[in-house]
């Protein structure tokens, strides 16, 4: 029978499909996923903080050495209005010690923020750090248990695999095509026996055309539905 062999396939691979929905809706892959997630947000965070720290640090050597340029720089005017006798000499170096040395107080005020903001994310690492630890625990924990359920599932599995492998070489390769498209597309039962008395596709009941339907007329006749591309057959006697 022309039919037989791609609807005991179909028939079988609803069984593989079953069983890989059951796997994929278990509480224990809800929460590997979660747990993964999680995972990944902490990793994230760490390395978040790692890189604000690290410019931070960076921000902050540049402040260091701007100050310590302009303290080396001050520390060159020690004692030049000694030998000053120009009112307006000293009253520019005057100027000029004055500027420098607000410099380095709004430097060491920057520096004195970063310093805090340093300290704020050392402490926050060390929480961030922490979540991270546990997350990487729960993670393994969670795959070590979902991997249990998959392994308990598995030899079904590869039962149904090998039990469609060996069928697949006895359907006709046309309708193998078609199934295998139409599994992709999640469209399944992808086979779907037509009445013709009807007129309608038995999956997505839309009325099929004149076209499809002059196909559609004896025992053993098949066509694409118009609307959801699934098979429509009419089983033989
Ligand atoms: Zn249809």
């Known amino acids: 029978m022309k039919f037989d062999t791609i609807l005991e396939y179909q028939d079988l691979d609803r069984e593989l499909l079953s069983v890989e929905n059951e796997v994929a809706k278990s509480p224990e892959r809800?929460?590997?996923?979660?747990?993964?997630?999680?995972?990944?947000?902490?990793?994230?965070?760490?390395?978040?903080?790692?890189?604000?720290?690290?410019?931070?640090?960076?921000?902050?050597?540049?402040?260091?050495?701007?100050?310590?340029?302009?303290?080396?720089?001050?520390?060159?005017?020690?004692?030049?209005?000694?030998?000053v006798a120009d009112v307006n000499e000293a009253d520019y170096y005057i100027r000029q010690i004055a500027s420098i040395s607000e410099e380095i107080a709004s430097l060491e005020k920057?520096?004195?923020?970063?310093?805090?903001?340093?300290?704020?994310?050392?402490?926050?690492?060390?929480?961030?750090?922490?979540?991270?630890?546990?997350?990487?625990?729960?993670?393994?924990?969670?795959?070590?248990?979902?991997?249990?359920?998959?392994?308990?599932?598995?030899?079904?599995i590869t039962?149904?695999?090998?039990?469609?492998?060996?069928?697949?070489?006895?359907?006709?390769?046309?309708?193998?095509?078609?199934?295998?498209?139409?599994?992709?597309a999640k469209k399944t039962p992808a086979f779907v026996a037509y009445k013709p008395e009807s007129g309608?596709?038995?999956?997505?009941?839309?009325e099929v055309s004149g076209a499809t339907r002059s196909k559609l007329k004896n025992p053993g006749d098949h066509a694409e539905c118009p609307n959801c591309r699934r098979i429509l057959y009419i089983p033989e006697e």
């Open 30 to 83: 809800a929460a590997f996923v979660n747990a993964k997630a999680k995972l990944e947000a902490a990793t994230a965070a760490v390395g978040k903080l790692s890189h604000e720290a690290a410019e931070l640090l960076a921000g902050y050597g540049r402040l260091s050495s701007r100050a310590e340029e302009l303290k080396a720089k001050l520390d060159e005017f020690d004692g030049i209005l000694e030998g």
């Open 110 to 156: 920057d520096a004195s923020k970063d310093g805090e903001r340093i300290d704020a994310i050392a402490s926050e690492y060390k929480k961030t750090w922490e979540v991270g630890r546990k997350a990487s625990d729960a993670y393994k924990e969670a795959h070590a248990a979902f991997n249990a359920f998959a392994s308990k599932i598995q030899p079904r």
């Open 159 to 184: 039962e149904l695999k090998e039990g469609l492998a060996k069928l697949e070489k006895n359907v006709p390769e046309e309708f193998m095509t078609a199934y295998k498209s139409l599994r992709a």
């Open 200 to 206: 309608t596709c038995g999956r997505c009941f839309m």
